[in-house]
C-alpha cells in the first residue's frame, strides 16, 4: 500500500487526482445541465400551479367561513385542512398509487409527508410564545397523541397490513375529535363597544368558483411538482426522499404561507395558528393514515431520520406550549 507522501505516491496520487479534478469539472455539470430543459419545466409549472391556485382559494377563505361556519375556528381548521393542505395529501398519493411508479416515487412520496410539517414547524415554534390560552391548551390537548401515533407509525414500518390498517383509522378518528373540540370564538369587548356586530357578508358564486378552481390548480400543480421530483432524481442520483422533503414543501406550502401572511398583515394571532396547526395536525393524522394504507410503508435509514427529527420538534413545541401556559397563569389579572 502507498500513502499519500510516501515514496512512490508522488508519481500515482497527483495524477489522479487531477483527473478526479478534471471530471467533476466537466461531466457533472453538463449532465445537470443536460437535464434542466426537462427537470426546471415541470417544477416551475407545478410552483406556479399550486401558487396561484392557494391565491383564489385565500381570496374566498373569510367570506366562505363567515357564510357556512358560526365557530369560525372549526372553519378555518376545516377549510384550512381541506383545501390548503390538499397538495400535501395529493402529492404523496400520486406518488403511491400512479400506475407505473416505482421506488423513486414511493420514496418521493415518503419524503413529501415528512417533510410538510417540519417544514410548517418552522414558522408554528416562534409563532406559540404569542398565543392565547386557548391555543396554547389546543396544543398541550393534542400534541401527547400526535406523538404516540407518530411513534407507533415509525414502529409499523415495514410491518404488516393489519396493524397499520388500525392505526390509520385511530389517527383518522383523533383527527376528527380535535375537530370536534375546537373551541367556539369569544367575543371581543374592545370591538363591541366601538360598533354593533354586522351579519356575514353575502357569500357570492364568484367565492364558490375560487374555491373549486383553486382546489383543482393545487391538485395540478402536486402532479408536476411530483414529475420533476422524479426526473432530477434519475438524471443526477439523488434520493427521491431527501429531494422530495426539502423541495416539496417550497410549493405544497405556499397555500398555508399566503394565508399565513394574510392574517399575520392583520395581526390575528389566533387565526394564523389555527391555520399552521390544523395543516400540521392534518399531516400528522390523515396523511400518515394514507402513507400506512396505500403505500409499502418500508423501513429505511432517511424515513427514520426524518421520523425522529419531527418527534423532536413536537417534544420541542409542547414544552414550548407549556411554558406559555405557565407565563399567562403568573401573569396579574
Known sequence: M??????????RFPHRLHN??????????????????????????????????SSLFTRSLEPTIERFFQNKG?????LGNMSLSLPELILPLFAFLAPGRGKTAIDAGT???????????????????????????????????????LGASLLLLGRGEIPRLFLAVFLAGFYLWALLLVPPDEPDPRQESKQPPEGPAPYRLRDGAYVITGTLLMTA????????????????????????????????EAPELLTLMHFLRKKSIHQSFSILW???????????????????????????????????????????????LSLMKDRPT
Open 278 to 324: 390544523g395543516s400540521i395536525h392534518f399531516q400528522l393524522t390523515l396523511s400518515i393514515a394514507s402513507g400506512l394504507i396505500v403505500s409499502p410503508w418500508k423501513s429505511s435509514g432517511s424515513t427514520i431520520q426524518a421520523g425522529s427529527a419531527l418527534l423532536v420538534i413536537l417534544v420541542l413545541a409542547f414544552v414550548l406550549g407549556i411554558f406559555r
Open 20 to 53: 478526479l479534478h478534471r471530471s467533476s469539472k466537466i461531466s457533472l455539470p453538463a449532465s445537470l445541465y443536460s437535464a434542466l430543459p426537462r427537470i426546471f419545466p415541470d417544477f416551475l409549472e407545478g410552483l406556479l400551479l399550486i401558487v396561484l391556485g
Open 74 to 78: 372549526m372553519g378555518l381548521r376545516l
Open 221 to 252: 400543480g402536486s402532479h408536476f411538482f411530483l414529475s420533476g421530483i422524479d426526473l432530477l432524481s434519475q438524471h443526477q442520483g439523488f434520493n427521491a426522499f431527501w429531494i422530495a422533503l426539502l423541495l416539496a414543501p417550497l410549493a405544497t
Open 111 to 149: 419524503g413529501a409527508l415528512f417533510g410538510s410539517p417540519i417544514f410548517l414547524f418552522l414558522f408554528l415554534i416562534p409563532l406559540i410564545l404569542l398565543l392565547e390560552k386557548k391555543s396554547a391548551r389546543i396544543l398541550f390537548k393534542e400534541i401527547p397523541l400526535l406523538l404516540l401515533g
Open 2 to 11: 502507498i500513502w499519500p507522501g510516501s515514496a512512490g505516491s508522488e508519481g
